[in-house]
């Protein structure tokens, strides 16, 4: 089955035959690196740390080396948390791995990847359905959790070294005495203050 968007690469699905051993629930914790590999195989890049606890993820990559991302699927929000500026911001469309990386339903994936799609982009209005496919992004049945996402260019993202084990919940919470950044107060702030020249709004 595939997902589609006319806004979004496709994502392929097929089930997998079978789990990491040791592996309980669908809510059990985990931690695993993400691999993205060329259509021959080979490492492109280094890895991300990705940590897994019930809805929550936390996503570590080497591209935003600043901070790292904070997804929680059933609250419906997706954070870049920015260390050196002690802020955070809304994920948006800053990367894919937010959009591919969260807890689905193995049999249904559709309504899952369409709600992390919807808040990296709220305004979007286009229409997600699954279809029949040959190609195949791995969902493992027992974590609930895709293993391997592929794009048309045969470029895989791959969750390797998959560890089942208790992840420390102040992982995935927003440290304290952070704030989040609202982009338009600082567009007013900055109108506001000597470096914005009269005209710089003009179109």
Known sequence: MALTSAASVGLLLMLSASAPSGAGSPERDFSADIVKRDAAGAMLGLPAKLSVSGFKTRIDTPDAAGGFFLTDSAAGTAFFIRSAQRLYVDAKQSTPLTRIFVRVEPRDPCPQWQAA?????????????????????????????????????????????????????????????????????????????DVWAPGNDAH
């Open 117 to 193: 799609a919807e808040i990296a982009d709220s305004s979007s209005r286009d229409k997600w359905q699954c279809e029949p496919t040959k190609e195949a992004a791995v969902i493992d049945p027992v974590l609930h959790f895709p293993v391997k996402w592929r794009s048309p260019n045969g470029e895989t993202v791959v969750l390797e070294n998959i560890r089942i084990e208790a992840q420390p919940p102040d992982l995935f919470g927003i440290p304290a005495g952070y704030h989040k950044l609202d982009p338009q107060a600082l567009i007013e702030r900055i109108k506001h203050s």
